[in-house]
T-cell receptor
């Protein structure tokens, strides 16, 4: 069945450190993943996405790595800032073979950045 | 920058009452979604809407729920007879046409409190 989940529910880092947030998925046919950031009192915001034909994709201070062999992806945030404190979700569109774009979210990791 | 807007930000209602949650999606978007998030849990898909009809719905979206796009701008979620367990954050999302990218844009949410 469809399953997108996270290893660690909380992550606490010091400002300036690099952060790594992990996500596991169960369907080897999954081909597209999205990371969302949810700040307190707000809706999820798109951060970065990756297709299964890529192992790595970089954005501004963020990098997503995809390991299809072990069905794992990670979000790396470089030089983490207090403004990065939020809940981070991995999400998969159209999990289970649907086609209208429904997002299946993982459990979420709470990232807390200490000044 | 265009954004999805939701009203009200907080709705308090008595059990058994009807509520209507309102959303104005981004104007050129064609796919519309409702999600909910119970406190401390992950975001869950409720329903997707395309071409003036429901394209997919989850098990949560039972006969007590309905969606409507009454005009060219609003997208509403109605709960006919609210239950205590309907208390949650409800997020509206929209995305443009095209299945290659599934970047959904979320509103800030409506907090529904059922007493």
């Amino acid at each position: 069945g469809e399953s997108v989940g996270l290893h660690l529910p909380t992550l606490s880092v010091q400002e300036g450190d690099n952060s790594i947030i992990n996500c596991a998925y169960s369907n080897s046919a999954s081909d597209y993943f999205i990371w969302y950031k949810q700040e307190s009192g707000k809706g999820p915001q798109f951060i970065i996405d990756i297709r299964s034909n890529m192992d790595k994709r970089q954005g501004q201070r963020v990098t997503v790595l995809l390991n299809k062999t072990v069905k794992h992806l990670s979000l790396q945030i470089a030089a983490t800032q207090p403004g990065d404190s939020a809940v981070y979700f991995c999400a998969e569109p159209n999990a289970g073979g649907t086609s209208y774009g429904k997002l299946t979210f993982g459990q979420g990791t709470i990232l807390t950045v200490h000044p | 920058e265009p954004e999805v807007t939701q009203t009200p930000s907080h709705q308090v209602t008595q059990m058994g009452q009807e509520v209507i949650l309102r959303c104005v999606p981004i104007s050129n978007h064609l796919y519309f979604y409702w999600y909910r998030q119970i406190l401390g849990q992950k975001v869950e898909f409720l329903v997707s809407f395309y071409n003036n009809e429901i394209s997919e719905k989850s098990e949560i979206f039972d006969d007590q729920f309905s969606v409507e796009r009454p005009d060219g701008s609003n997208f509403t979620l109605k709960i006919r007879s609210t239950k205590l367990e309907d208390s949650a954050m409800y997020f509206c999302a929209s995305r443009p046409r095209g299945r290659d990218k599934n970047i959904q844009y979320f509103g800030a949410g409506t907090r529904l409190s059922v007493l």
